[in-house]
């Protein structure tokens, strides 16, 4: 799983999502590993559309991760209890399991969930 | 520099009204603002207004009269009654028109609003991960500006018991009863660090504006509140704003500061002027990092501002007078325009049991919403 944002040619800054805007922006990786940069819980179920999560609703954690040298990205935030989080906290990528379609795909989405010791 | 003048107020009262539309509630603010200029619809050479999601502004012509004025629908998010505003300002301060009004309202349904991502130029998987959520974004923003700041959620609790405590002495205010600290913070969390108590929810009304030039405000006799600056801003490079799957890590000013130092330069005053503030409070943190980004403190001067009273009533810089939108809930369309009525109000000595007993010169009003847009108004008398 990669991270796509975009780098306008004509500034050099970097947006996320890459934009839908091949002309202007050339697609940009995004570092896998940062740091927690500010966080809530969603405790009430958000509504539905837009929101596509599978019932039952299940309170989650939601923030924004500073990517080094890069952005600092909205993200669900996962595999961590909430009351462990805390600014600062090294975070990395992951995936998320997020709906299952009409066809019974199942939809996942990108997370950050606390880095593994090992790794930290 | 020739002055706009505000010559008649009027409100459709905040909250649930059953059996009337968001536009019978615009057309009541624009009939007893009409009333108390003491004027006909007649009489109005313009109009600027709009609501957020209740209908349209200008089909109000078949109840108020068919004289064919220009009529200018605004749809400017949180910024609908701002930006209507600074139209009819603009308008007469250019030597255009002399009389006109403005209006705004909005009648939204329970609970949480639920915006598309396509209307926001965002794509369809930020909303289908449960990220297109507002209080999400005033939550987050303020966790990092606790821990930056040292605010704590007492102060959070603090600023809302006030806005329940100014509710009760403001007839157009929604929330009517007084909510102690301890029921705030023990309240049920909504988005960490906040609770039930802590948010305004979208609620209903209407509110209008007659504006006047120095010449006729002066026939009118009506010539004692004045419109010293009206800014309204948009987002800056680097602001971290509502509906934002980035922040650029070389952060900027926020749309807030942006607008409030445009409003400071165009009234030649600065914050240390102000008498009384009605400040954005979408939730308790609003206020308070508001407070901060209007130059009204520092950053986290608030906590000790906020445990001294120096934003009650009978503080140095009373703040949201008449409850805030935390007291008054928030029909888009009207929230702006009901700080600034508030601060007529004030200004006016009207205030009744809510009135701020010290003389007040000058009154400031902020408002702020998504995808990151401010309007500043400051008022003189």
């Known amino acids: 799983m990669r991270l796509m944002g975009g780098r306008e040619r004509s500034s050099g800054r970097l947006a996320f999502p890459l934009p839908d805007d091949p002309e202007s922006f050339d697609p940009a990786e995004m570092p896998r590993q940062g740091y927690l940069w500010s966080f809530t819980v969603q405790r009430i179920g958000p509504k539905s559309p837009p929101y596509r999560g599978d019932p039952p609703f299940a309170p989650f954690a939601v923030g924004y991760v500073e990517l080094p040298g890069a952005l600092i990205i909205e993200s669900r935030l996962t595999n961590v209890a909430f009351g462990r989080l805390y600014i600062g906290m090294p975070m990395e990528l992951t995936a998320l399991p997020l709906y299952t379609d009409v066809d019974g795909t199942l939809v996942l989405t990108y997370a950050f969930r606390p880095q593994e010791p090992a790794r930290s | 520099m020739r002055d706009v003048f505000i010559v008649g107020i009027g409100i459709h009262p905040f909250g649930r009204t059953d059996n009337r539309s968001g536009l019978q509630q615009g057309e009541f603010a624009v009939r007893a603002a009409l009333a108390d200029a003491n004027l006909d619809w007649s009489d109005m ?167 006047a030039s120095e010449k006729k405000a002066r026939e009118l006799v009506r010539a004692d509140v004045r419109l010293k600056a009206v800014a309204m801003r948009s987002r800056p490079p680097g602001s971290f704003e509502v509906f934002a799957p980035a922040i650029e890590i070389d952060r900027g000013p926020s749309t807030t500061m942006v607008a409030s130092k445009a409003a400071f330069e165009m009234a030649g005053i600065g914050p240390h002027d102000i008498d009384v503030a009605q400040l954005q409070d979408t939730e308790s943190g609003a206020e308070i990092m508001h407070m901060a980004e209007n130059g009204f403190c520092a950053d986290g001067q608030q906590e000790a501002w906020l445990a001294e009273g120096r934003s009650r009533l009978d503080g140095m810089l009373p703040i949201n007078t008449d409850g805030g939108c935390l007291a008054c809930g928030e029909p888009i369309g009207a929230s702006g325009l009901r700080q600034v009525y508030e601060n007529v109000v004030q200004l006016r000595g009207a205030g009744g049991a809510r009135q701020v007993t010290r003389k007040l010169r000058t009154a400031y009003s902020h408002v702020y919403g998504a995808p990151g847009v401010s309007a500043v108004v400051i008022l003189a008398c």
């Open chain 2, 45 to 211: 050479q313009f109009a600027f207004g709009g609501s957020d999601a209740s209908g349209k502004a200008d089909t109000l012509v078949t109840q108020l009269g068919q004289t064919t004025i220009p009529f200018v629908n605004v749809l400017n998010g949180c910024a609908t009654g701002g930006a209507a505003l600074f139209g009819a300002y603009s308008a007469i301060k250019s030597q255009e028109f002399e009389l006109g009004i403005v209006l705004g309202f909005d009648k939204h349904p329970r609970g949480a609003f639920d915006p598309r991502p396509v209307d926001w130029g965002l794509p369809a998987w930020y909303g289908e991960a449960g990220m297109m959520v507002t209080t999400q974004f005033f939550a987050i923003k303020l966790r990092r500006y606790m821990d930056l700041f040292g605010i704590t959620p007492l102060a959070l609790a603090r600023v809302a018991e006030k806005a329940y405590y100014n509710g009760t002495r403001a007839p157009h205010a929604w929330r009517r009863a007084p909510v102690d600290i301890d029921t705030i913070l023990n309240s049920s969390m909504v988005n960490d660090p906040l609770t039930k108590f802590m948010f305004c929810s979208p609620s209903e009304g209407g509110v209008a504006l007659v504006l």
